[in-house]
């Protein structure tokens, strides 16, 4: 098990990644077209399979 402060830990790096990406993607192409690809590209990892570790 992640100690109690891994998991926020990694939330805020990503999100300090995520964000400038974001901001840039979305001066360029549109708020709605991000958001759009957020979307499906959160729906298609939702239906991918999660692979079993045999645990």
Same mark, same amino acid.
């Given at each position: 098990?992640?100690?109690?402060?891994? #998991?926020? =830990?990694?939330?805020?790096?990503?999100?300090?990644?995520?964000?400038?990406?974001? !901001?840039?993607? =979305?001066? !360029?192409? &549109?708020?709605?077209?991000?958001? #759009? &690809?957020?979307?499906? =590209? #959160? %729906?298609? =990892? %939702?239906?991918?399979?999660?692979?079993?570790?045999?645990?």
């Amino acid at each position: 098990m992640l100690c109690p402060g891994v #998991l926020p =830990a990694l939330y805020d790096g990503a999100e300090v990644v995520r964000k400038p990406v974001c !901001r840039t993607s =979305a001066d !360029r192409v &549109g708020a709605r077209a991000v958001l #759009l &690809g957020g979307l499906v =590209a #959160l %729906s298609a =990892a %939702s239906c991918c399979p999660q692979r079993d570790t045999g645990r």
